[in-house]
């Protein structure tokens, strides 16, 4: 999933769900924002959202997220 900026127009980031990795996980994902968007803290603000979402929104039990 592309993440864009709030006017749609700038890719700032990126989320990949992906199959697991490990054994015992539905689901591996993995996301990334661009280094001109870390001040404003919107990797943390985004992995707090998107665990949310995943959490509230999809059928997964138990996420990796490899490198977090």
């Given at each position: 999933y592309a993440v864009l900026n709030?006017?749609?127009?700038?890719?700032?980031?990126?989320?990949?769900?992906?199959?697991?990795?490990?054994?015992?996980?539905?689901?591996?994902?993995?996301y990334w924002v661009r280094t001109s968007e870390l001040a404003a803290n919107l990797e943390t603000a985004l992995g707090n959202a998107l665990r949310h979402w995943l959490e509230t929104e999809w059928p997964f039990d138990y996420i990796e997220y490899p490198g977090r």
């Open positions: 709030p006017g749609g127009t700038q890719q700032i980031g990126c989320v990949y769900i992906d199959p697991p990795l490990t054994e015992g996980h539905d689901a591996s994902v993995v």
